[in-house]
């Protein structure tokens, strides 16, 4: 095998082993790999997201209302409980995607107390031409590895998410 280019975390471990020699700093080889790729990852989904005008959480949130159901509707509830995020956060975002002409809250038929949140039709034009460019943009960053590293990583991370989702 031909030699190994030493990366980002490579460096950061050596300098670790000449400034703490005493300290076995193996675990931060994954996890620090794990948040490089993390950051990379992020700024190039980002650029795919941007060129259709909206950020990564806009493209979660249309993406995820256009995917839960056949009439891209939901609670605002279902919608924060699946993206993880607080009760205000949302309030805010679904005002600024409403704004954008993405949204509509509308009253719920079954609730008179509660809303809804259903994507418009120019919502969903946008996010399905951004999801299909998501894919491929997907697509183009794994192209550089193997179908069996990929096999590789896909299981690695199945595992890692594993342990991370019972603590």
């Given amino acids: ?7 980002a975390v490579d460096k950061i471990l050596e300098q670790w082993r000449n400034a703490r020699p005493d ?15 993390s950051d990379l990852l992020g700024r190039e989904l980002e650029a795919t997201f941007s060129s259709f005008g909206m950020s990564a959480w806009e493209f979660d949130m249309l993406a995820t209302l256009r995917r839960s159901s056949a009439t891209f509707c ?10 993880m995020v607080t009760s205000g956060t949302m309030t805010h975002r679904l005002q600024k995607l409403e704004a954008s002409g993405w949204i509509l809250r509308l009253q719920n038929p079954d609730d008179a107390r509660s809303m809804l949140v259903q994507l418009t039709d120019t919502g969903k034009d946008l996010v399905d031409r951004a999801v299909a460019a998501h894919v491929e943009n997907e697509r ?5 590895l193997s179908a069996a590293d990929l ?15 019972k603590q």
């Fill in 151 to 165: 096999k590789r990583l896909n299981e690695g991370l199945r595992a890692m998410l594993a342990v991370l989702e």
């Fill in 23 to 37: 300290l076995d700093c193996s675990p931060m080889e994954n996890i620090g790999r794990l948040r490089r790729c």
């Fill in 74 to 83: 939901m609670s605002p509830t279902d919608l924060f409980s699946k993206l």
């Fill in 140 to 144: 183009r960053i794994m192209s550089g």
């Fill in 1 to 7: 095998m031909g030699e190994k280019t030493m990366d």
